[in-house]
């Protein structure tokens, strides 16, 4: 079993920035599938960023160019920096994690965190 914990969440200004970690516990993630994906109440979840065992990234274009994921397998964690938020980024946001099997749909993965609110005010 892998539990994650989201933290960094926050309520910041369009134009902010904030840094959303993603700490496992219970099994090395370092080989597995991971990513962000977000969720707002009554809406359908949008997959944000993933990254493969290798490093290889794919992000959903709206946030291209502002966020960017990455995973420090030292300390068994994923980290979504980001950047130049919009009120349209204001959501509950997820990580989740997957045995490397299967990389494809984010929300689709087996482990996932309880999740952080992610507000951005205009």
């Known amino acids: 079993q892998v539990q994650l914990v989201e933290s960094g969440g926050g309520s910041v200004q369009s134009g902010g920035s904030l840094r959303l970690s993603c700490a496992a516990a219970?099994?090395?993630?370092?080989?597995?599938?991971l990513g962000w994906f977000r969720q707002a109440p009554g809406k359908e979840p949008e997959d944000v960023a993933q990254?493969?065992?290798?490093?290889?990234?794919i992000y959903t274009e709206s946030v291209k160019g502002r966020f960017t994921i990455s995973r420090d397998n030292a300390r068994n964690t994923l980290y979504l920096q980001m950047n130049s938020l919009e009120p349209e980024d204001t959501d509950m946001y997820y990580c989740?994690?997957?045995?490397?099997?299967?990389?494809?749909?984010?929300?689709?993965?087996?482990?996932r965190g309880q999740g952080t609110q992610v507000t951005v005010s205009s």
């Open positions: 990254i493969d065992p290798n490093g290889s990234t």
């Open positions: 219970g099994h090395t993630i370092n080989n597995y599938c």
């Open positions: 989740a994690a997957n045995p490397p099997d299967y990389c494809a749909r984010v929300y689709d993965y087996k482990y």
